[in-house]
């Protein structure tokens, strides 16, 4: 039978799992009972092209319907009505932080955008010169891509539906206060030379491009850096956990350069903006946010863990639940050959070290010895 069949066929390296504590027949909505069946797969082998594909195929549609939806956001006029100060009586600028003039971006949006999704990328294939694993490359481009997409679509709502002024909105606006008007039906109608001393306008005001004016008006969340926060603080937990750098010995200094060598390249890409002012210091700063915790929840999705040292390199299975207590695949899909790591030597969970000793997922800092001998109190020396 075919991959796609009705009929279930038992491939090498796969295995078909009903999942624990459920029933493998349940009633469906109206009636009909249908099997739900958990297929599982080695993490050890590269599976074929079908195979992926019936995995994955969820997350690419939905990886192309998000990219739609965001691209719609992105070219729709800003909905909000944003009134703005001009000048003062007198022809002084009320707010000059808005009055820079426009330059050239240092860093190009398409430019941030690909350097944070292909550098990732080359590092994510650089570093199966060792490790060798299909499913770490696939785990960590995939989790690059959640990161990077839904960044995306988050901050291009955010633009879109509370936005804010560019540091050279002025500029762009070239505003002309003779064509204000408070006319019924008019857009911005009643918001035309109001507020204190008579200051505020809206765009109607506005003389140059309708474009420039729109991205102008959109300076809330920075773009740039949330997808540059987005993908180099992906690959910044990526090399942490392939290199072992935070773990249970002393590595070398190179690889605290190599770990945070991406958060530089992020931060200089929103630094940039403020320099060739095409955006605020609170913009970056929300980019940078945004794009960090896409970042972190993405590389949870598809890596045991973040921060602990002893499982945060092991890619997840879609259709096995991670095994915590031990046997996990991938145990040495990492960089580093220091202190055991990566060495083929049973890192696996509950199983030996041959250097120390100790179960491999506590890496030597589990199995303690148990309290008191059962018979009475226990001392304080045996509470070491």
């Known amino acids: 039978m075919g991959l796609f069949s009705h009929k279930s066929r038992q491939e090498p390296g796969h295995t078909s ?72 009586s007198d022809g002084e600028i009320v707010f000059p932080e808005f009055g820079y003039p426009l330059r050239k971006e240092i860093v190009p949006i398409w430019a ?35 990161s990077l997409i839904t960044a995306a679509v988050f901050q291009v709502f955010l633009k879109w539906l509370i936005g804010g002024l560019r540091p050279h909105f002025l500029a762009v606006c070239k505003p002309d206060l003779s064509l204000a008007s408070n006319n019924p039906g008019d857009v911005g109608a009643g918001y035309n030379g109001v507020g204190y001393t008579n200051v505020y306008y809206t765009r109607e005001i506005c003389t140059g491009d309708i474009n420039e004016i729109d991205d102008s008006l959109e300076s809330f969340p920075s773009g740039h850096t949330t997808a540059a926060f987005a993908g180099f603080v992906y690959l910044y937990l990526y090399l942490n956990a392939k290199l072992k750098v935070f773990a249970n010995y002393h590595p070398a200094m190179w690889k605290l350069i190599a770990v945070y060598a991406p958060i530089l390249g992020a931060t200089l890409i929103g630094g940039a903006l403020t320099i060739d002012e095409y955006h605020n210091w609170y913009d970056v700063v929300a980019g ?91 001392r304080a020396d045996e509470m070491v």
């Open 17 to 88: 799992t009903t999942t624990a504590g459920a029933s493998s027949s349940r009633a469906g909505l109206f009636g009909k009972r249908r099997d739900h069946v958990n297929e599982s797969y080695s993490m050890a082998t590269k599976p074929r092209f079908g195979q992926w594909l019936k995995y994955t195929w969820l997350d690419i549609l939905t990886m192309v319907i998000m990219g739609v939806i965001g691209l719609g956001v992105y070219e729709a006029h800003p909905a909000p009505t944003r009134s703005f100060p001009v000048t003062f």
């Open 112 to 146: 941030a955008a690909l350097l944070a999704a292909l550098v990732p990328i080359v590092v994510f294939l650089f570093m199966q010169i060792r490790i060798r694993s299909f499913w770490d490359v696939n785990n960590a481009v995939i989790g690059l891509l959640y």
């Open 288 to 378: 940078a946010i945004i794009g960090t915790v896409m970042a972190f929840s993405s590389y949870r999705m598809t890596y045991a863990a973040i921060w602990d040292w002893r499982i945060n390199h092991i890619p997840l299975s879609r259709g096995t639940p991670f095994a915590y207590g031990g046997g996990a695949e991938l145990s040495d899909a990492l960089w580093t050959r220091k202190v055991g790591w990566g060495s083929g030597s049973g890192f696996q969970h509950g199983e030996k070290n041959a250097h120390t000793g100790h179960g491999a997922y506590s890496n030597g800092v589990g199995h303690r010895k148990p309290v008191g001998n059962g018979t009475g109190p226990a």
